[in-house]
């Protein structure tokens, strides 16, 4: 049959085609018809499978500064003295569904910074999971790998979408950086986990697909800090996109457990602790997001317990924590651009265990901004922080700041 039908198309070729050389060492008919193609599988190779897509952020936040004194170490290492034009992110995230039932996700951070310094860029390693699904529609997957702990909307809300230039303290505290080593279930119907795929696409500003349930267990020390006793972390989610009309609103619950146990190099000499370094670590929170069609509003508020310096008695203590925030967003589309004006206002009143002596804070701060997107490939925010921040240890009691100052940044997508 191949020799049939390659007689035919050869007598059925111009006279130039047949008497073209044969450069390539293959008869002249071959180089005329398309290339071989491989037998039909039905499946992908694995890199047809991977893709690849990044954002990046430059800040720069001393305009109409108040008060250099005035920091935040959670949030951004570019506030106050010293503080200049600052990457605060480039990513770089590979990821495909190599199988149905099989999924993987890798992002580095090439703008990390070591030792607390904002000087000088290097890689840091913030997502390597992978998802096995347990049924053929992957309702129910098993997440295995470092990635976000699912407490708290913002938390897992991507900086790419999520319109506030850094997370709150009040739920972001209780994981820095918003992930660690761990094992996760997620549970979601196939039409729910569309719902959350969409919110994200359509420019909703949602936290991606972390399932209607989710159960986990995880280190509880955060990503890439090494495990520093024997116990882990319990944590559960419970959170739905329920469509009301042409709106969507999506309460949430979630609480996690477990024994934070603080490193030797995070003490000041002289300060006062337990002995063992380890302390209670719990809390619980509450969401509820109305999504900007065009009016958005996102509340959380979470409340619990774990380690504290008390300035009282120069101590790291197990203390209560409270606080949270809301953010009101509007969401206008004129031609082919976007603009999401907002405003946040929050309150943390606790420890943050991941600092120097557990140190105490109380914050209260508004903020005010405007997110415009010209074009999908670029963001532009300008927000003004009006700050009022107490964060002590034992070298700093008494410290409280307030101040004021315009904070701007560029958001590369691509």
């Known amino acids: 049959m191949k020799y049939l039908l390659s007689a035919l198309l050869l007598s059925a070729a111009p006279a130039w085609a047949q008497t073209l050389p044969d450069t390539l060492g293959r008869p002249r008919l071959e180089r005329l018809l398309p290339p071989p193609t491989e037998p039909a599988t039905g499946k992908k190779p694995w890199y047809e499978a991977v893709s690849i897509r990044g954002y ?42 190599l199988h149905p039932r099989v999924y993987f996700y890798l992002q580095p951070d090439f703008a990390s910074t070591p030792g607390g310094s904002n ?22 997957r098993l997440r295995l790998g470092q990635s976000k702990i699912p407490y708290g909307f913002e938390n897992m809300q991507s900086s790419q979408h999520r319109l506030p230039l850094d997370r709150n303290d009040a739920l972001n505290s209780a994981v820095v950086n918003e992930r660690d080593l761990g094992a996760f279930l997620y549970w979601a119907p196939v039409t729910v986990r569309r719902r959350f795929k969409a919110l994200v696409d359509d420019g909703l500003k949602g936290s991606g697909d972390y399932g209607v349930l989710a ?19 319990v944590v559960a989610r419970a959170s739905y996109p329920l469509p009301l009309g042409r709106q969507i609103i999506e309460p949430g619950l979630q609480a996690y457990s477990g024994r934070y146990s603080m490193a030797k190099d995070q003490l000041t000499g002289g300060v006062k602790h337990n002995g063992t370094l380890s302390y209670p670590d719990e809390r619980a929170a509450a969401s509820l997001v109305l ?86 490939y670029l963001e532009l925010v300008p927000m003004y922080t009006i700050s009022d921040r107490r964060f002590e240890d034992l070298q700093t009691r008494g410290n ?10 560029a958001q590369l997508n691509f």
Not at 59 to 68: D, G, I, M, V, W
Not at 313 to 331: F, K, Q
Not at 400 to 409: E, K, S, T, V, Y
């Open 56 to 97: 990046m952020q430059v800040r720069y936040n001393r305009l109409l500064e108040t008060n250099s004194a005035l920091k935040c170490e959670q949030c951004d290492k570019s506030w106050g003295e010293n503080g200049g034009i600052f990457f605060r992110r480039i990513r770089l995230i590979v990821y495909g569904q």
């Open 291 to 376: 999504y900007p069609q065009p009016f958005g509003l996102q509340m959380e508020y979470n409340v619990g317990r774990g380690p504290e310096f008390n300035p009282a008695t120069d101590s790291i203590e197990v203390r209560r924590l409270h606080g949270g925030y809301a953010t009101a967003s509007y969401r206008a589309r004129v031609g082919g651009q976007q603009l999401y004006p907002f405003v946040r206002g929050q309150y943390y009143r606790g420890g943050k265990k991941y600092e120097r002596d557990a140190r105490s804070y109380r914050v209260r701060e508004l903020e005010i901004g405007l997110e415009w997107q010209p074009v999908k």
């Open 119 to 140: 000087t000088g860029q290097f890689a840091q390693l913030r997502d390597a999971y992978f998802d096995v699904g347990l049924d053929a529609q992957s309702r129910l």
């Open 215 to 233: 159960f986990g267990v995880y280190n509880g020390q955060a990503a890439n800090r090494p495990e520093q006793n024997n116990g882990l972390h």
């Open 400 to 409: 409280r700041q307030r101040g004021r100052l315009l904070r701007l940044q």
